[in-house]
């Protein structure tokens, strides 16, 4: 079983909105910070989001921030990513990941020991 599965990616317009999806085990929803990551063609991984394991904090990549919502659903152990007012240079392939660190300092990112499999989000200009 995976500990995290992605859904939700696809293509969508410039200006447009998606909503990410990730679902993570019973074992890693309980005892790890959920976040997400994206890596472009070419590009390295970076951090975009995440969201603190006790009390649910988000912290966003200065880069999404006021534009990517993340929240969760306990119930069923999800971790959502609302993005909106897309534009051509988020596309990448996004992954969820889970960590026991997230840091602030020099900048927000957080330490994955988990991943996802990862889901394409294409944005066309």
Not at 10 to 39: D, K, M, P
Not at 64 to 69: A, L, P
């Amino acid at each position: 079983q995976d500990e995290l599965v992605e859904s939700g990616g696809g293509l969508v317009q410039a200006g447009g909105s998606l909503r990410l999806s990730c679902e993570a085990s019973v074992i890693t929803y309980s005892n790890y910070h959920i976040g997400w990551f994206r890596q472009a063609p070419g590009k390295e991984r970076e951090f975009v989001a995440a969201i603190s394991r006790a009390v649910g904090t988000p912290h966003y990549a200065d880069s999404v921030k006021g534009r990517f919502t993340i929240s969760r659903d306990d119930i069923n152990r999800r971790v959502y990513l609302q993005m909106s007012s897309l534009k051509p240079e988020d596309t990448a392939v996004y992954y969820c990941a889970a960590g026991s660190t997230i840091t602030t300092i020099p900048s927000r990112d957080m330490t994955a020991s988990a991943w996802g499999r990862g889901t394409q989000v294409t944005v066309s200009s």
